[in-house]
């Protein structure tokens, strides 16, 4: 495995022990993005649309406008990808 400050190799035990906790964070994070997912793109929507109510304009809650469109573009951007990879089938393109 070649890492961008180190070479690990296949055989050592701090290998195996990344990989277990790779492989244990990718069906957590699967498993949120399918379940999760759906739900914080609902609640994103529901902020943005109170954040554009013109007695909350501000510089403060347009920052928050940003941050919350930033995640839901990231939610909504991996949601896509996971469902071309899951009706797809082609898993080898994003590991």
């Not at 070479?7 to 994070?29: E, K, Q, R």
């Not at 007695?55 to 071309?84: E, K």
């Amino acid at each position: 495995c070649k890492s961008l400050l180190f070479d690990l190799p296949h055989d050592s035990p701090v290998y195996d022990i990344i990989d277990n906790i790779g492989t244990a964070y990718m069906s957590f994070f699967y498993y949120y993005i399918i379940v999760g997912g759906p739900i914080s793109l609902v609640l994103n929507v529901f902020l943005m649309f109170i954040l554009t109510r013109k007695q909350l304009w501000s510089p403060y809650n347009f920052v928050f406008f940003m941050m919350v469109l930033d995640q839901s573009l990231a939610i909504l951007g991996r949601f896509i990808m996971m469902g071309s990879i899951y009706f797809g089938g082609d898993c080898e393109s994003v590991f």
